[in-house]
């Protein structure tokens, strides 16, 4: 069903009245079992009024609290002058880059980057950082000028620090990249989007227009186009908090319960969801649903549709079979992607008891895990391959015709393809046709693969050599990868010589 504008106009005004009744509300809070009202369905929890941030949610909810203030959730997205915000090297660094020079700088009032090419020179202000762990990148304003923009050299440990955008994000391409020419795109207009906490109003809004981001619940509402520019200034947090993926929690603070779905008109055709968080956190597609907002980006893909580089994880896990939630392998409020293996197989298992039997593994694999032969490391990350989310089998025979990684073979490097189809015969009862065999030959199917055609199957190659005792087999191949035309190929083939090598 369509609602009006009146009716959105009533929705957002009910968002006012609430800010207003709890601008009175005791500061102290309640006792932890003290009932909250039934949930308000219909009041608005979308509006810039409805949201109050996440400080106000720790002093009832310290856990949670604690526990986010430590996730890097929370840095995501930072202004430069919070303490901690900034870890590149801005002191008197300078990179020399294609003829010119990158100086990165401190003075009294904060961070400078400044390029210089011939006579030209710009200077940039860091305004925000964007990122923390594995890659940092930085928000600036020009000297002179008042737009915030996203800046062309990030610090990217892994390649030992200052990096040029294109040695780290494959969308760019190294002819058309200038990072001496003064930047113009304003930032707010990608990613602020998922790095930061803002009314879901507005991303409501933006999933109307063109330039929709991220595959989250604002698909399911009704209303009038808005900007592909995030309004800056009604951020909740720099940051990812709370309200990212609880929503306007406002009226909830003053007593009311609390609901992860927006309160707002439904589009035409949008599925029924459930209405109150005890549903709604069992529910696979809301909790899915809730990370794939940010969790979505856009991906080189196999012909699966199975993403080569990382943030796309919701649109992996939505397209297996498993009807598996995020938060039966993460917890939402540490968000740390490196400890959870185990608790990964533990959800396999939880779902597939039968297949935890030794004999399912197969002999020689007394270590290898549910998530080796399931969800294999095809994915490019930060700075480090990782597992796909998309749960499947290494028996898929179109991939497999196509020369596609499969999870067997990231291992079994060495082996011939006939091998892999006659072992899966044998202790799987599956059958492929031989027809297979034509995309490889004889040869090893690891050096298949790093001769692929496709730069991210190169990679998938090179990294699992990195990983296996075969490695050292492979280091003329990864050689040759240090001289590939595209910067981000030559940086990973590094990576994978420096793990072998090391
Ligand atoms: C004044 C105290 C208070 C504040 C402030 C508060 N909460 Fe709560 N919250 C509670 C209480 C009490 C419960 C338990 C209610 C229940 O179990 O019915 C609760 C329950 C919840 C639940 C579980 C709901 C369910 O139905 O299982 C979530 C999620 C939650 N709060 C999130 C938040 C967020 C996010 C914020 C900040 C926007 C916040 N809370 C602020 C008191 C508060
Ligand atoms: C569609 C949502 C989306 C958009 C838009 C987006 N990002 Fe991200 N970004 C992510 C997700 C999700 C991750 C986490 C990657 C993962 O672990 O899978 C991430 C990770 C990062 C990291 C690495 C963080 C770290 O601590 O190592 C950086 C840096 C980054 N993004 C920069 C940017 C910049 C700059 C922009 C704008 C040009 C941008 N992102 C736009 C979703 C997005
Ligand atoms: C990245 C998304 C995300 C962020 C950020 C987040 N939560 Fe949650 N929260 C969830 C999800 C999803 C659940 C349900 C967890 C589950 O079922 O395992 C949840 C559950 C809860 C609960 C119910 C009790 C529990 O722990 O299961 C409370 C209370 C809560 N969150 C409060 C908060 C507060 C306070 C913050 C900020 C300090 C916060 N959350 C930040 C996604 C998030
Ligand atoms: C508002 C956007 C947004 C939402 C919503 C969101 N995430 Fe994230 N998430 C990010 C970004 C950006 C990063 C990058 C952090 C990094 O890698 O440093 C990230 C990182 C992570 C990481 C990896 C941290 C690490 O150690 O590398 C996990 C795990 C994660 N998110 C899980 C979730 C889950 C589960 C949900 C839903 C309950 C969720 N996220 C919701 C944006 C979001
Ligand atoms: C919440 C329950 C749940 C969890 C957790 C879960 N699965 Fe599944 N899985 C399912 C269901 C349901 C199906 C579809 C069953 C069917 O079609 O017979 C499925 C299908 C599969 C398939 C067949 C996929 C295909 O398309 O060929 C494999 C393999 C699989 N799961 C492995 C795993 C592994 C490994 C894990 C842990 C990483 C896992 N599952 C976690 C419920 C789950
Ligand atoms: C050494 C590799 C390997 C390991 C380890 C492994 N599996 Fe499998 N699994 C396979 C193969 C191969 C198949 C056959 C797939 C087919 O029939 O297409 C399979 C099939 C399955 C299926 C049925 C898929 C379908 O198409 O019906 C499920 C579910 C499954 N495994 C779950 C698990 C779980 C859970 C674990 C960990 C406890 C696990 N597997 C460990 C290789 C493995
Ligand atoms: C069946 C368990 C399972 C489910 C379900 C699951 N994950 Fe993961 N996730 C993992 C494991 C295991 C890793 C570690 C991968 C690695 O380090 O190679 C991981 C890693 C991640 C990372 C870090 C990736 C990186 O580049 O470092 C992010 C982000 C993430 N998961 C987000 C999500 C989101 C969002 C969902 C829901 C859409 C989800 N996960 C569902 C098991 C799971
Ligand atoms: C995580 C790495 C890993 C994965 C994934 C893996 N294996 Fe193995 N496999 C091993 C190791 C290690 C051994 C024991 C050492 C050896 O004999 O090479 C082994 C042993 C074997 C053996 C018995 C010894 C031999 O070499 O004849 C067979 C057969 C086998 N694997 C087939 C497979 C098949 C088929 C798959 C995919 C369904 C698979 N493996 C997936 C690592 C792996």
Redesign the pocket.
Known sequence: MAYSGDRMRALALSGWLVAAACSQAPTTPPPAKAPARAVPIGESNIAPADYVGPDACGECHPTQHALWSAS?HR??NAQAGDPGAVVGDFSGAVVKYRGGEVHFDRDLSGYLVRTKLGDSEVTYRVTRT????????Y?GVEQGRTEEV?LPF?WWPRAGGWSPQVA??PWLDEASFDPFAPVREP?AE??????STYPFAQRIARASGPRA??HGLEQYFETAPGSDRLAVAEQVTTGISCESCHLGGRAHAAGAGITAVPQAPRREGAPSLPATFAEQRADATVVNTICA??????SPRLSDGTAL?????ALDLAASSCKAKCTDCHDPHVAD?RGDEAKAVKACIGCHETFAAPEHAGQGHATTTCLDCHMPKL?M???RY?RTHRISSPTNAALLTEGAPNACNLCHLDRPIAWTLDELRAGWSVRLPASIEGAYGDAAVGDVWLASKTPAIRLVAAHAYARSPLGRYALDALRRGLTDPLPYVRAWMQFALDEIER
């Not at 990608?190 to 790095?195: I, L, S, T, V």
């Open positions: 890097l840095v995501m964007i990122g923390h762990r594995g890659l940092q990148e928000v996203r990030g780290f994000d930032w990608r990613c602020p989007w998922c790095h981001v991220g907002q940010c969790h979505s980006g856009p580089r990382n943030s796309s994880e992607s994915v990350g930060i700075d990782v």
